[in-house]
């Protein structure tokens, strides 16, 4: 019987196998498949991660610098914020791409992260992105890591009402989509995501 070959790196390379990966390492993923979709739609899109570095998303920064070859190849960049307030801020600002002349992408998709502390600090940030509204051809996913043994943090703490992006959204989890547009289809449900340790097949 032959072995399957496998690498390290399939994770984030392969397209049709099923790969394991953690829960980081799914969310580093996530923003490649959303760019390979918007190609097969003809769509010359970019991405943009940024949040606070303590996150405890499981060192979600650390996972997304050794992947980072695999996130240019894919147009994508990482650019970590001082604070969480600077990278929603950036986060937001990657939505306006459309608003001026020049554009070099049909549209960004990006990602904010941050711990409950932050998302408590960044919430008029947050509150004036979703105001603000997505690109046609872009969009957010705000994930909002929770402690509640509070490890890193002073007290445990619960961010799904803080993360509501609007009625009926996001009732049990800490993922909410900054924005909608009309007739929009979320790359992916609202979700739960801590810090355990976690494996997903694809």
Known sequence: MTMMQVELDDKYRLESKRIYLSHT??????????????RLRGLNTGGFVSGYRGSPLGMYDHVLWRAESFLQSHDIAFLPGLNEDLAATAVWGSQQVGLFPGAKVDGVFGIWYGKGPGVDRSGNALKHANAAGTSLNGGVLALAGRRYSAISDRDGRRRSMTCRSGPGANRGGSVARLSTQPGDTPLCKVARVSSEAGCLAL
Do not use: G, H, K
């Open 25 to 38: 390492q799914a969310l580093v993923r996530l923003p490649m498949l959303r760019r390979e979709r918007d």
